[in-house]
């Protein structure tokens, strides 16, 4: 199956997998709510972002090139700007990754002292003989749990995905990027 994938790319001389990009000028690439900003600043196309995680995300560990194909010619100057928007731009994304990572382990550690501290407070209700008690105790035991499930789920099933959204981030931002016009 990983090599039907592969063999959807075209490969440069070196073996780098080719990930094309044809757009008619190098506006095309970029959001159009923030017309005065420098192609530095501002943000690429959802869809460009989309097609470019979902491509890296499928050929994995193999080296790539993004190459930039234009209809427009684009001088020097634009040529830089660009690469410097597209490093930066998933360098910026890599950012928010780790930020809601460190959130996401910053929950589960708040959840995880508040579970034992649940559990602990059901084990000392639970030696009292009076039914009251008793309810509360187990009351106290489910929070428990709950709350310590969910910090295992956020470091077991939330924390893959945002780590692997971090390597793919980390990849293109520093891809090497070809353009031709």
């Known amino acids: 199956m990983k090599n039907y994938i592969l063999n959807r790319y075209d490969k440069d001389d070196?073996?780098?997998l080719i990930?094309?990009?044809h757009t008619p000028k190098i506006e095309d690439l970029y959001e159009d709510y923030d017309k005065k900003s420098s192609f530095?600043?501002?943000d690429l196309k959802y869809k460009l972002e989309e097609y470019l995680f979902e491509c890296v995300d499928e050929i994995g560990n193999i080296p790539f090139i993004l190459?930039?194909?234009f209809e427009?010619?684009?001088n020097l100057d634009s040529s830089n700007r660009l690469q410097t928007s597209i490093n930066e731009y998933f360098s910026y994304l890599q950012f928010l990754e780790k930020k809601s990572?460190?959130?996401s382990l910053k929950n589960s550690v708040i959840f995880f002292i508040v579970g034992f501290l649940l559990v602990f407070i059901s084990f000392s209700l639970s030696e009292?003989?009076?039914l009251f008690y008793k309810i509360i105790s187990e009351g106290f035991m489910i929070g428990g749990w709950v709350a310590l499930w969910e910090a295992l789920a956020i470091v077991l099933i939330n924390w893959l995905p945002l780590n692997k959204n971090l390597k793919i981030y980390k990849k293109m931002a520093n891809a090497k990027i070809e353009i031709f016009y």
């Open 101 to 103: 990572m460190k959130e």
């Open 14 to 16: 070196s073996g780098n």
């Open 128 to 130: 009292n003989e009076n």
């Open 72 to 74: 427009e010619k684009i």
């Open 67 to 69: 190459q930039f194909h």
């Open 19 to 21: 990930i094309k990009i």
């Open 40 to 42: 530095i600043k501002k």
